[in-house]
T-cell receptor
């Protein structure tokens, strides 16, 4: 598989539960991004990882959201004590060069997303 | 907060028609990208524009970056049902996406 993969593809959970979403980036891509896309909306930047640098967490909406990445491999996005407003598609993207300021050299390859529904 | 405003939000046209969608901001961007997203999938990059006034063509799609690098447009000639999808623009810095234009081309 050459593309970005995400799991699960769908997750239904109850309000107050914790959820963990997984992203497998394209091998060799140094940068990894998480976005949230609410129904009918555009993409909302959440967090960005670049190699071993400290992640850019400026888009995380609350302290219930956190993410980790081990080296240049898998990333997990964790949402604690989920709320109904967290319902959305969570998209992951990876990029070979990274750098939020170097968009001209920074094609992001997106996964299919995880659709999270909080009841 | 820098925002990218996209218009129109929704567009439904007949096959063969031409259309233009817009991406506007009050802020200057170093570069801007256009993506297309189909239902159930992630966005796919169409083009990156980096120079004010730049025009790029991709088959029936023409992308233009405004002279002041605050806005961009996407023009589609003779739209096809396969053009249906959500068109998103993204600019840096900082990394920000617009809400998109949802295009439906009816055969």
């Amino acid at each position: 598989g050459a593309g970005v993969s995400q799991s699960p593809s769908n997750k239904v959970t109850e309000k107050g539960k914790d959820v963990e979403l997984r992203c497998d980036p394209i091998s060799g891509h140094t940068a990894l991004y998480w976005y949230r896309q609410r129904l009918g909306q555009g993409l909302e930047f959440l967090i960005y990882f670049q190699g071993n640098s400290a992640p850019d967490k400026s888009g995380l909406p609350s302290d219930r959201f956190s993410a980790e990445r081990t080296g240049e491999s898998v990333s997990t996005l964790t949402i604690q004590r989920t709320q109904q407003e967290d319902s959305a598609v969570y998209l992951c993207a990876s990029s070979p060069l990274g750098g939020t300021l170097i968009l001209s050299k920074n094609e992001q390859f997106f996964g299919p997303g995880t659709r999270l529904t909080v009841l | 907060t820098q925002l990218l405003e996209q218009s129109p939000q929704f567009l439904s046209i007949q096959e063969g028609e031409n259309l233009t969608v817009y991406c506007n901001s009050s802020s200057v961007f170093s570069s801007l990208q256009w993506y297309r997203q189909e239902p159930g999938e992630g966005p796919v990059l169409l083009v990156t524009v980096v120079t004010g006034g730049e025009v790029k063509k991709l088959k029936r799609l023409t992308f233009q970056f405004g002279d002041a690098r605050k806005d961009s447009s996407l023009h589609i000639t003779a739209a096809q049902p396969g053009d249906t999808g959500l068109y998103l623009c993204a600019g840096v810095p900082p990394l920000v996406f617009g809400k998109g234009t949802r295009l439906s081309v009816i055969a």
